[in-house]
C-alpha cells in the first residue's frame, strides 16, 4: 500500500516550458487536491476534485490546470512556467465521506522555474 | 472566511522541555481542527484532530483541545524529543467545504540534546 504517490520528485523548467505533475493514490479515496507550499505562506489550495469526474478551483489556481483522469490519479499542468510558480508542490487525498476525513499528502515534488 | 493563525518559529528546545505551539483561527461555520507535522523532507502527515468544541486531540504524547469561546486549538507536549524536531501546521475545515484545509503558515521545531 504505496498511498499517495507523486512525480516527478524534483523538475528545473525554464519560463514558459510546460510540465504535468502526476499523482496517483491506492486508497480509493474519492477527493483528491492539490497544494503549494511557499516559505512563510503554508500550504495554499490550488484545485481540488471532490469526487471522480468534477474539479473546481481553490485559492490560487491561476496559472494551472488539473485533470482527474480516473479514481486514482490527479495531474497538475503548468501550461507556461513562470518563476512565481517556483514551489514545492504536494498532493493530497481523503474519503470525505464524512466531510472532515483526514487527508494523506505524498512526498511532494519541488519545482524550480528559471 | 477561514483563516488560522500560528506562532512564527522557529522554536528551539532542549530535548525533555515543555512545548505549546499556539493556534488561533477564525470560520465561518463549525470547523473541524487539526495539526499536521511535516518532518525534513517529506510530505504532511496527521498528528492529530478534533472535530467539536472541547474535544482533546492526542496522538504520539500531543495534545490540543479545540476551545470554541477562544477560537484556539493550541499543540501541547509535555517532553519533547530531538525526533520530534519537524515543522508543525495548524489547519481547519468547515462542514459543507468540500473538506478543503485552511493552513496556518507553519512553525518550526527544533529539539536540541
Known amino acids: 500500500n504505496a498511498g499517495v504517490t507523486q512525480t516527478p520528485k524534483f523538475q528545473v523548467l525554464k519560463t514558459g516550458q510546460s510540465m504535468t505533475l502526476q499523482c496517483a493514490q491506492d486508497m480509493n479515496h474519492n477527493s483528491m487536491y492539490w497544494y503549494r507550499q511557499d516559505p512563510g505562506m503554508g500550504l495554499r489550495l490550488i484545485y481540488y476534485s471532490a469526487s471522480e469526474g468534477t474539479t473546481d478551483k481553490g485559492e490560487v489556481p491561476n496559472g494551472y490546470n488539473v485533470s482527474r483522469l480516473n479514481k486514482r490519479e490527479f495531474s497538475l499542468r503548468l501550461e507556461s512556467a513562470a518563476p512565481s510558480q517556483t514551489s514545492v508542490y504536494f498532493c493530497?487525498?481523503?474519503?470525505?465521506?464524512?466531510?472532515?476525513?483526514?487527508?494523506?499528502f505524498g512526498p511532494g515534488t519541488r519545482l524550480t522555474v528559471l | 472566511g477561514n483563516s488560522v493563525t500560528q506562532m512564527e518559529g522557529p522554536v528551539t528546545l532542549s530535548e525533555e522541555a515543555f512545548l505549546t505551539i499556539n493556534c488561533t483561527y477564525t470560520?465561518?461555520?463549525?470547523?473541524?481542527l487539526f495539526w499536521y507535522v511535516q518532518y525534513p523532507g517529506e510530505g504532511l502527515q496527521l498528528l492529530l484532530k478534533?472535530?467539536?468544541?472541547?474535544d482533546k486531540g492526542s496522538n504520539k504524547g500531543f495534545e490540543a483541545t479545540y476551545r470554541k469561546e477562544t477560537t484556539s486549538f493550541h499543540l501541547e507536549k509535555g517532553s519533547v524529543q530531538v525526533s520530534d524536531s519537524a515543522v508543525y501546521f495548524c489547519?481547519?475545515?468547515?462542514?459543507?467545504?468540500?473538506?478543503?484545509?485552511?493552513f496556518g503558515t507553519g512553525t518550526q521545531l527544533k529539539v536540541e540534546l
Open positions: 489547519a481547519l475545515t468547515t462542514t459543507g467545504g468540500g473538506n478543503k484545509l485552511t
Open positions: 493530497a487525498s481523503s474519503d470525505n465521506s464524512v466531510g472532515t476525513d483526514t487527508q494523506y
Open positions: 478534533a472535530t467539536k468544541a472541547d
Open positions: 470560520a465561518t461555520g463549525y470547523p473541524s
